[in-house]
């Protein structure tokens, strides 16, 4: 049986003249903070100091010669992953790491992951080179052993070489990222660090196999009729020895169904038959059942010696890609199992520029964020990586999709070689590796690349260039038809379908709304109905307790010079503060008041955009919002800051992203109710809609009886007499149905006459609640609009339940906070704001 060796320990990085102990998985900058040598680059402004590691070449070395290699018995599972099979967990029980062992034909030397440009040398005979960091890599070293060198170029040089090749291509940001097969997001974006890493930033091991492994593993999972079906395509690797010998695998599903295919060469389709399946579902539609799906290769023969084995979870379902035109133009709607769904997507980035240190863990916590702001899809953007595997299994387990964008993002990219071979092999080594997760429903050819060639000025500039356009027309998806033929892909987003309509056009396809935050004010937002939105947002700074230990020492201003150095979007303070003077008056001076103010925004932008745009379902099939991780702390558009903390759009995500939605809407003739229905079961709301004074007496009041089919919407134009005026700054609308709440206001907030806000502040500690668990008990005596406890105010670890809440007179809410270092009533007051008369 195929046996694996983790190589996580032993390795050592050349600095100078002295060797570093050194951790795979990890990169240069990881180990050089672990040996003290540079400060930390999420700090203050340290990112610039450290621009020197990423500019020069690194070594690591390990030595492979001090092994007594008869004792090595690693007892690896050999669960491969994709297209080497390269084992996931293992364990080295010897007492060294060497390239042979006695019973074993081969010794392969794995790395499941090389940042980026690399020469591998084992006792000064080349190995191989690499210049891809979103591939896997193998080499033969049986019977071999010495020094194992492996050497990093510069990933400015490596882009440098390239670019000498191919020629200048045109490019959003002044990195060299579109030349070199590497984390484009590493060379810096708009809302992260440059921080340009080098390293085996994933596992690396030692395969020993005899007679064959398996070196692909395809399953393709589709359902007819309530039956399951599972069509397994192997592709084994044999040794000079195995090569004529008789192989079989075997395949189980859990439940008991099995089924035998005889290798024919070097390759075997087997094809298993579940009946009575029970169907994987995105979150709100019903449950996640996984089934384990287990493969064997074995040798052929009485004894059927097993070889190599392959291990999955996957999960029964259908889901298309709706693409049809109708009077509105080019659909865009994902249907999940005969269901059409309007998708509450967002979009991720790497959860640290240093992406080797996201642990499962790591991701499990952000992911699980992620569903509990009413997440049913995350999009994985193509300036990022393919993310670890551990990644996908939590969106299985937790019902949310995948959308996974090959990695090209903003830039004009060589199709010439050396690239083209590169993008060719690393497509279909990830569509091999992640097509088993059920999780994954949509591949994505590129972000914003489409665009940028007809829109930025890069098709005369290229002048008949390559510039990518055949990669996301012509090579990936023959690579996703040819390996994952059952899932959908699109070329770009945003992408209308077809050059006979702009790759931005609302009306088809994939649409990027950026126009709003970057010129207008968020009301705008609802002048269109697109019909799928895939990126949109609005910026907000991170959480006061994360900007207090990112720039530590600092007297917080909004240009200060760490609040400056971590805010990189193009005048992102001024679209900030715009964002801020459209509707209230811009403080001068209160950094707090402002830091409200700007959370304030960022949550009502895009809590407008998501309810009117659901309000227009099906026309508009879904919204994914930019962005719900941050990778450092930094002024972004994020949901979760760069420390795990939620801002108030996470809160309001929740309430907007729900199944059932109230939203007030401008309408022609007045305000418009809408009421939204993505559950499965019919709606019978009761809905108060009361006009309201801001004194907070009540103008007039009125109960209407509305019934909501499933996955419906109802719009019904408010009734004149309880509608405000059109431009009054003295009554509002407040829309009530059980826990559901909407308001409308008929100016923006510094021209409406809001009184002083008065409310009573308790708090209370429940009978055996722990040290710093509380609840604060909020009275308004007057209209309280978007009322919010900043809980990190209370001590880093502090957290509330609740975001932004609008209160009328007499009303009582109750916000539970967990892990306060502070309660007392004058620490609490303090950290709670809300909107104020200008």
């Known amino acids: 049986m195929k046996e694996a060796v983790q190589l996580a320990e032993g390795w050592s990085l050349r600095h100078s003249e002295e060797l570093l102990p050194a951790r795979v998985p990890g990169c240069v900058h990881t180990d050089l903070l672990t040996a003290g040598l540079i400060p930390d680059p999420f700090l203050g402004t340290n990112e610039a100091d ?96 010495g020094l194992l060198e492996v050497d990093f170029a510069s990933a400015y040089d490596e882009a440098a070489s390239v670019r000498a090749l191919t020629g200048e291509r045109p490019n959003v ?44 593993v395809r399953p393709l999972v589709t359902v007819e009729a309530g039956t399951g079906r599972v069509e397994v395509r192997v592709e084994v690797e044999r040794t000079a020895q195995g090569a004529a010998r008789p192989l079989a695998v075997h395949a189980a599903v859990e439940g008991g169904f099995e089924a035998r295919g005889t290798v024919e060469g070097t390759a075997a389709v087997l094809t298993l038959e579940v009946p009575d399946v029970s169907l994987w579902w995105p979150r709100g539609y019903g449950e996640q059942p996984l089934y384990d799906l287990e493969l064997t290769l ?39 199992n005969g269901v059409r769904t309007f998708v509450r997507g967002v979009n991720w980035i790497p959860d640290d520029v240093l992406p080797s240190r996201v642990t499962p863990e790591r ?37 949310l999709m995948v959308w996974q964008d090959f990695l090209f993002a903003c830039a004009a990219y060589p199709e010439e070689q050396p690239l083209r071979g590169e993008v060719e092999a690393e497509a279909r080594d990830n569509v091999v590796r992640l097509m088993p997760h059920p999780s994954l429903v949509l591949w994505n050819g590129n972000n914003e690349n489409l665009w940028g060639f007809r829109d930025w000025g890069w098709e005369p500039e290229l002048n008949g260039d390559s510039w990518g356009g055949g990669y996301y027309l012509d090579l990936l998806p023959r690579v996703v038809a040819a390996c994952d033929p059952v899932r959908a892909y699109t070329a770009g987003s945003p992408w209308s379908g077809s050059w006979n309509h702009h790759p931005n056009d609302p009306a088809h396809g994939t649409h990027h709304s950026w126009e709003v935050w970057n010129r207008r004010d968020y009301a705008e937002y609802r002048d269109s109905v697109p019909r799928f939105v895939s990126e949109f947002g609005w910026q907000a700074p991170p959480a006061m307790a994360t900007l207090r230990r990112a720039l530590p020492g600092e007297q917080l201003a909004p240009d200060s010079p760490g609040m400056a150095h971590h805010q990189k ?52 099939a879904g919204t994914i919002v930019w962005q719900i991780n941050d990778c450092w702390p930094v002024s972004s558009w994020a949901a979760i800051d760069g420390d795990g903390r939620l801002k108030p759009l996470h ?124 609840e604060v008990v909020v009275t308004a005596h007057t209209l309280v609009r978007d009322l919010l406890l900043q809980a990190d105010r209370l001590g880093p670890d502090a957290a509330c339940d609740t975001g932004l809440r609008t209160l009328l007179p007499g009303e009582q809410v109750r916000l539970r906070v967990t892990g306060a270092a502070e309660t007392g009533a004058n620490a609490v007051r303090a ?8």
């Open 50 to 145: 450290v621009a020197w590691v990423g500019q020069r070449a690194w070594t690591y070395v390990r030595d492979l010669r001090e092994t007594d290699t008869d004792a090595a018995t690693g007892t690896g599972t050999g669960t491969g992953m994709g297209t080497d099979a390269a084992t996931r967990t293992g364990t080295d029980t010897g007492t060294g790491t060497g390239t042979t062992r006695r019973g074993h034909e081969r010794t392969d030397l794995v790395f499941d992951g090389l940042d980026t440009a690399a020469t591998l040398t084992l006792d000064g005979h080349e190995l191989g080179r690499t210049r891809n960091m979103h591939r896997r890599y193998r080499f033969d070293v049986t019977g071999r052993h």
């Open 173 to 216: 940001y002044p990195e060299p990222f579109q030349y070199i097969r590497k984390m484009a997001c590493a060379f810096g974006w708009d809302w992260g660090p440059t921080l340009v890493t080098a390293g085996m930033w994933r596992p690396v091991r030692l395969e020993r196999w005899s007679t064959a492994r398996l070196a692909e």
């Open 298 to 336: 074995v040798e052929d023969g009485p004894e059927q010696r097993p070889l190599d084995s392959w291990h999955r979870r996957i999960g029964f379902r259908t889901v298309e890609l709706d693409r049809s035109a109708d009077e509105h133009g080019t659909g865009f709607t994902l249907v999940v």
């Open 363 to 399: 991701y499990r916590t952000r992911l699980r964020q992620t569903a509990d702001a009413g997440v049913d899809l995350v999009r994985v953007w193509g300036g990022g990586i393919y993310e670890d595997d551990a990644f996908y299994d939590a969106c299985d387990e937790l019902g």
């Open 569 to 620: 979007a193009e005048d992102g303070n001024g679209k900030l503060n715009r964002g801020v003077e459209r509707h209230f008056e811009l403080p001068d001076g209160d950094f707090d008041r402002w830091h409200y103010l700007t959370q304030v925004v960022q949550a009502r932008a895009v809590a407008t955009g998501i309810e009117h745009w659901r309000s227009h379902w099906p026309v508009c």
């Open 651 to 774: 809160h309001e995500l929740r309430r907007v992203y729900a199944d059932r939605l109230l939203t007030l809407q401008p309408g022609d003739d007045g305000p418009v109710l809408a009421v939204v229905n993505q559950s499965a079961e019919p709606w019978e709301a009761h809905v108060r809609l009361r006009r309201m004074r801001a004194d907070g007496a009540e103008a007039a009041d009125q109960v209407l009886d509305v019934t909501v089919a499933a996955r419906s919407v109802h719009r019904r134009t408010v009734p004149k007499d309880l509608a405000p005026a059109a431009r009054s700054a003295g009554e509002f609308l407040v829309a009530d149905s059980a826990e559901l709440r909407s308001v409308h206001f008929p100016v923006v907030d510094k021209e409406f006459a809001y009184p002083a806000p008065r409310y009573d502040v308790v708090v209370e500690s429940p009978v055996g609640a722990r040290a710093g668990n509380v």
């Open 831 to 838: 950290a709670l704001f809300c909107v104020e008369p200008a």
